[in-house]
């Protein structure tokens, strides 16, 4: 069992804060920090960042949409962050969704299994030396290989449903998930084992991404409603949502109304289903939960609102 940090990357909060918090995790002792790419910084760009800035955490970068940049350039990303910073590196892939793949970088938004499954082939074989040659439905190149190749560097995937959910439990060093709730960890843990079996391979490690407030007041609150509503409509996370409860509050995403509108609506049962907020010793159990859930990663996303850098909530649970 393991902790990490994950930068959070808050709509409400300075885009500088991320590095903040990175130097934060690294001085607590943090051995991961997961740095992934929204709407501020380019993720290669900003782990260099961190990795200059701080003195030993390892970076994990990503879930990276496999589907937006191909197998060489993450694989030159990852290797130009270790090199760099000399800091290890790992990364994580992940689907994302149509309106980031095809609406921001307008690539196709199709087939995310298959070509999820030819891109970690393809990645890891970069990542070990390779030269590559590939010549699948989504993932095409040749002659490729990097100057510096990191074999020990891991792959893992995010995974939201039943066909994602296989192509990681057959191919990834470790399965992500986010915005879930402890039972459904442990039924996501059965599963991916019981695939990997069947595949005739070891099971992939699971890391768990789990939103954290320390005594949060209702600015932390609507910090946190905001960001959940953004994945509302989002594949795999509607009916997830839906599942836990909240139908009706998925349907209203799904028709088009305003994320200000969905995070007002958000109740605060749904906000402690998928997250640790509360007091220190609550936060500290709620994360626990996870663990023994089956999640063998867990990865902090501080909310800032009311702490800034997310100091005393990572000071509670590291």
């Given at each position: 069992m393991s902790?990490g940090?994950?930068?959070?990357?808050?709509l409400?909060?300075?885009?500088?804060?991320a590095?903040?918090i990175?130097?934060e995790a690294?001085r607590?002792?943090?051995?991961?920090?997961?740095?992934g790419?929204?709407a501020t910084?380019?993720a290669?760009a900003l782990?260099?960042a961190?990795?200059?800035?701080?003195?030993g955490?390892g970076?994990?970068?990503?879930?990276?949409?496999?589907?937006v940049?191909?197998?060489?350039?993450?694989a030159?990303g990852?290797s130009?962050?270790?090199?760099?910073?000399?800091?290890?590196?790992?990364?994580?892939?992940g689907?994302s969704?149509?309106?980031?793949?095809?609406g921001w970088?307008?690539?196709p938004?199709r087939?995310?299994?298959p070509?999820?499954r030819?891109?970690?082939?393809?990645?890891?074989?970069?990542?070990?030396?390779?030269?590559?040659?590939?010549d699948g439905?989504h993932?095409?190149?040749?002659?490729?290989?990097?100057?510096?190749?990191?074999p020990?560097?891991?792959?893992?995937?995010?995974?939201f449903?039943p066909?994602?959910?296989?192509?990681?439990?057959?191919?990834?060093?470790?399965?992500?998930?986010?915005?879930v709730?402890?039972?459904?960890v442990?039924?996501?843990?059965?599963v991916?084992?019981?695939?990997?079996a069947a595949f005739?391979r070891?099971?992939?490690?699971?890391?768990?991404?789990?939103?954290?407030a320390?005594d949060?007041?209702?600015?932390?609150?609507r910090q946190?409603?905001?960001?959940?509503?953004?994945?509302?409509?989002?594949?795999?996370y509607?009916?997830m949502?839906?599942e836990l409860?909240?139908p009706?509050?998925?349907?209203?995403?799904?028709?088009g109304?305003?994320?200000?509108?969905?995070a007002?609506?958000?109740?605060?049962?749904?906000?402690e289903?998928v997250c640790?907020?509360?007091?220190?010793?609550?936060?500290?159990?709620r994360?626990?939960d996870?663990?023994?859930?089956?999640?063998?990663?867990?990865g902090?996303?501080p909310?800032?609102?009311?702490d800034?850098?997310?100091?005393r909530?990572?000071?509670?649970?590291?």
């Open positions: 902790l940090v994950v930068l959070p990357y808050w409400d909060r300075p885009d500088g804060e590095v903040e990175a130097v690294d607590l002792g943090f051995g991961t920090l997961w740095v790419e929204m910084f380019d290669f782990a260099t961190v990795g200059l800035r701080t003195e955490i970076l994990r970068i990503g879930p990276l949409a496999a589907g940049r191909g197998p060489v350039a993450v030159l990852v130009s962050v270790a090199a760099l910073t000399g800091r290890r590196v790992d990364v994580a892939l689907a969704s149509p309106a980031i793949v095809t970088h307008d690539r938004w087939g995310a299994a070509r999820m030819e891109s970690v082939r393809a990645l890891r074989g970069l990542l070990a030396g390779e030269r590559i040659s590939a439905d993932v095409r190149a040749h002659g490729f290989r990097l100057r510096h190749p990191l020990e560097a891991t792959v893992s995937v995010a995974a449903g066909v994602m959910t296989r192509v990681a439990a057959e191919e990834a060093d470790e399965v992500v998930l986010n915005l709730a402890p039972h459904q442990e039924r996501v843990r059965a991916v084992d019981a695939h990997a005739g070891p099971a992939p490690k699971l890391a768990v991404w789990v939103t954290a320390l949060p007041g209702p600015a932390a609150v946190v409603s905001e960001q959940l509503a953004l994945y509302l409509r989002a594949p795999g509607a009916g949502f839906a409860g909240h009706a509050l998925v349907a209203r995403a799904e028709a109304a305003p994320r200000r509108e969905l007002e609506a958000v109740p605060r049962e749904l906000l289903a640790a907020i509360g007091s220190a010793a609550r936060v500290r159990d994360i626990a996870y663990h023994r859930a089956g999640a063998d990663h867990v902090v996303v909310s800032t609102a009311d800034p850098a997310g100091r909530v990572l000071a509670a649970v590291g």
